[in-house]
Nanobody, 116 residues
Framework: QVQLVESGGGLVQAGGSLKLSCTAS????????MGWYRQAPGKEREMVAT????????NYADSVRGRFTISRDTAKNTVWLEMNSLKPEDTAVYYC?????????WGQGTQVTVSS
């Protein structure tokens, strides 16, 4: 089992920045990839950014590319999402995702609200 602890959400004005973090803990950790997804009210959950553990290959949604940066520390089993130039449409609950032994684990979610 893997437990995920997220932090860093909050309320920010448009154009501002936030940084989310997620730390994985548990037994038998062998992470393939970590990432962030988000879900806005009335919408489906969507991928925001992912990063593989081995070679740090990153993938971003078109809507955030150039504004958001994902990074990880394998020694700390931690992934961050630095969000700049935030827009009201970035408002959502952001979920950390970890693929460990090919099993998906999800964090509890952290609210990000961007005011116009």
């Amino acid at each position: 089992q893997v437990q995920l602890v997220e932090s860093g959400g909050g309320l920010v004005q448009a154009g501002g920045s936030l940084k989310l973090s997620c730390t994985a803990s548990g037994s038998n950790i062998r992470i393939y990839a970590m990432g962030w997804y988000r879900q806005a009210p009335g919408k489906e959950r969507e991928m925001v950014a992912t990063i593989t553990y081995g070679d740090s290959t990153t993938n971003y949604a078109d809507s955030v590319r150039g504004r958001f940066t994902i990074s990880r520390d394998t020694a700390k089993n931690t992934v961050w999402l630095e969000m700049n130039s935030l827009k009201p449409e970035d408002t959502a609950v952001y979920y950390c995702n970890v693929i460990n032994h090919l099993i998906n684990y999800w964090g509890q979610g952290t609210q990000v609200t961007v005011s116009s």
